[in-house]
């Protein structure tokens, strides 16, 4: 199998620790001879110490978050009181506002579960870190929930007049855009789009909004470009879409985390090492995010830190994933005490990391690394035409907006219509 390699480049956020700096030259020009360099090498590892300490913080509340039982309210709080520096209080307000973003979806009653809202605020504290190491960080608008799941044209005007999707970060930009499907054609419809809150979003359907007649087959939510849901019109000639099941085996993909302190040599103090995979389902791929952290456990503390994307899958041509069955999260971690490889079996969609710490000479962007092994995985498929999912189908009725003439016409689709996976070709991962 070929292995995808990626070698992260450490690069700062721009900006990142200016108050802080700032006031080590500020603090250094008031010092004068040989103590100059003194001052400012003992006041930049005090700066260092502080992104090590909130690093740790993240870290705990993100592995903690992982968890389904756990309480997001009380993890958020509990990072933010461990949070006291001065210098750290830019994270802590950060964590504060995603606290209260998920405080506002909760009291407003919004139509995601406690685990996606839970899922959601540890993806926020994973983008605070990587921005905090200077990664670049994407926030992408995402659906817990669309009411109703199709729209049904049997049905009386005033029983389909309104659209609404509920899920996170609405306010993304640039702005989602909607459009519909008449006759094959796109008819842009975003200005009938209304958002309450970045966490509810409405479509008008109403006489004065979005104008659905005979000819229309689809409507797409689109965002950069990209189709990240689409909600079938139910006319009396439009069938039910097909669906599938597949097996994916994605290859193996190693990550190589850059030096982001020290001296790049462990000299075999550790280090102590973190690893996580996360998959991340859209409609036309899958992404596996690794991260690992290997910190050396006393001297100058060498630090290797590092973040990359990779897509694994993605489906055949007329055809969206529809759901990702099983655990999407892999974490573990160990203190590293030779040179020789550790592999490590942790729960989840990875089998297996093979993880390099300390070994001869320089460490960090030779010897320090990880090798992921995924589990095979499940993935559901859905037929992408002028058609209406059969989920979509069972979730109108289940909902009772399905009209007594689409609910007898389509009685033997209201059970999962399954068609054999191997109809279907594997698709190689992207490079």
């Known amino acids: ?103 506002a979806a909760v009291s407003l009653n919004v139509r995601c579960d406690v685990d996606f809202l839970r899922l959601r605020v540890r993806q926020d504290l994973m983008r605070i870190r990587a921005r905090l190491l200077g990664g670049e960080v994407t926030i992408q608008p995402v659906f817990c929930d669309i009411v109703p799941a199709a729209v049904d044209m049997s049905l009386e005007p005033d029983r389909r007049n309104l659209l609404e999707f509920f899920g996170s970060d609405f306010d993304a930009e640039p702005s989602m855009q909607v459009f519909l499907v008449n006759s094959g054609q796109l008819v842009d419809v975003s200005s009938q789009l209304d958002r309450p809150s970045h966490y509810h979003m409405t479509l008008n359907l109403g006489s004065s909004g979005v104008a659905l007649g005979p000819a229309s087959q689809r409507l797409i939510v689109r965002w950069q470009d990209a189709d990240i849901s689409t909600i079938g019109i139910l006319q009396p000639f439009i069938p039910a879409c097909r669906e599938s099941v597949q097996r994916i085996a994605p290859d193996p993909i190693t990550l190589i985390p850059p030096l982001v302190r020290g001296d790049a040599e462990y000299s075999g103090n550790g280090p102590e090492i973190f690893v996580r995979l996360v998959l991340t389902q859209m409609a036309d791929r899958i992404d596996a995010t690794i991260t690992m952290r290997a910190e050396e456990t006393e001297s100058d503390w060498t630090t290797a830190d590092g973040t990359i994307t990779r897509t694994i899958f993605q489906p055949p041509s007329g055809w969206a994933i529809q759901a990702l069955v099983g655990e999407t999260e892999s974490a573990d971690g160990y203190v590293d005490d030779d040179h020789a490889e550790e592999t490590l079996f942790p729960a989840g969609p990875a089998h297996r990391f093979v993880i390099t710490g300390d070994g001869e000479d320089d460490d960090v962007g030779r010897h320090t690394k990880v090798d992921v092994f995924f589990e095979d995985l499940q993935v559901e498929l859905v037929e992408v035409a002028d058609c209406v999912p059969p989920r979509a189908l069972r979730l109108l009725d289940v909902q009772g907006l399905l009209s007594t003439s689409a609910r007898a016409r389509f009685s033997e689709l209201l059970t999962p219509v399954i068609v054999p996976g191997d109809i279907l070709p594997q698709v190689a991962p992207s490079p």
Do not use: P
């Open 1 to 103: 199998m070929k292995i995808m390699h990626a070698r992260i480049e450490s690069k700062r956020e721009e900006g990142r620790g200016v108050i802080v700096f700032a006031g080590i030259w500020l603090i250094a020009l008031a010092v004068s001879g040989c103590g100059l360099v003194d001052s400012i090498r003992g006041l930049t590892d005090v700066a260092e110490s502080s992104t090590d300490q909130v690093v740790g913080v993240l870290d705990s509340a993100i592995g903690t978050l992982a968890g389904s039982s756990a309480d997001w309210q009380v993890v958020l709080q509990d990072a933010m009181d461990q949070l006291t520096d001065e210098a750290q209080s830019t994270i802590r307000n950060e964590i504060s506002n995603v606290l209260n973003r998920g405080i």
